[in-house]
């Protein structure tokens, strides 16, 4: 309902279905390098998406206890998984999370300098914030430079 919302939307859901293709890809890839057929990988892949999303939406729990619930310690999922968070699997999906929201900000016409990393400074009007021609911090004036060289002793050069 919120409008407010629609970027953030579109990087979670909106580029989502995306997101999901190319790991579903990815597996069916592995899986015909491994030797399946790409049929039975893509099957393989299809209802393994399938069942872990409808598994996830009927349990209600949060997706780690599930993830925890299906990797049996020093198993086969537990090395993948291993792999996976080595190769910052998390940081990468999350970057570019942040980087589709940005430009859909970008596209929309709004500051894009947002996420992590990031540090949004609002435009400053030096004149209001150094009255009477002062540096910040210090007693001393602003004063214009002069056309004439002094030395260490202040004779002009």
């Known amino acids: 309902d919120d409008e407010s919302y629609i ?5 979670l859901s909106g580029s989502g279905p995306a997101y999901i293709f190319l790991l579903m890809e990815a597996m069916i890839d592995a899986g015909v390098h491994m030797g399946f057929s790409r049929e039975t990988a893509t099957a393989l892949v299809h209802q393994t998406l399938l069942g872990s999303t409808l598994y996830a939406m009927d349990s209600k729990q949060h997706p780690a206890i599930l993830r925890n619930s299906v990797t049996s310690p020093a ?5 993948a998984i291993y792999e996976l968070e080595n ?4 940081t990468v999906i999350k970057d570019a999370i942040w980087a589709c929201y940005r430009r859909s900000l970008e596209m929309g016409g709004s500051d894009s300098n947002v996420g992590p990393g990031r540090v949004n400074f609002p435009q400053v009007n030096l004149k ?14 602003i004063e214009p430079p002069s056309d004439e060289m002094t030395n260490v002793s202040g004779e002009k050069k």
């Open 75 to 79: 198993g086969t999922t537990a090395s």
């Open 87 to 90: 190769g910052k699997f998390r």
């Open 128 to 141: 209001e914030m150094l009255p009477d021609s002062k540096i910040p911090g210090s007693h001393h004036p």
């Open 7 to 11: 970027d953030m939307s579109t990087s």
